[in-house]
């Protein structure tokens, strides 16, 4: 049986070009994805929004349910 995935978009505003630390209130979470494309698709779209802050990040990430590994 094959692993099932699902994919998010995650992340927000930081508080520096780290990376590290996000700014409270600034979280973002888009999602769930039943395919990468898409959230490829949603991470440019949300991306784009708020490309003139320098300290905006999202971050596309693959969460697997090992039971059905």
């Known amino acids: ?3 099932r ?3 998010v978009v995650w992340g927000g505003i930081f508080t520096g070009t780290d990376f590290r630390t996000l700014e409270p ?4 979470l888009h999602g769930p994805y039943h395919d990468e494309a898409t959230a490829l698709r949603a991470w440019r ?4 929004r708020k490309v003139d802050i320098a300290t905006h990040r ?3 990430m ?4 090992e039971a059905s590994a």
């Open 1 to 3: 049986m094959s692993a």
């Open 5 to 7: 995935m699902i994919w």
């Open 58 to 60: 999202l971050f596309v």
């Open 45 to 48: 779209d949300e991306t784009r």
């Open 25 to 28: 209130g600034t979280e973002e």
């Open 62 to 65: 693959r969460a697997v349910d």
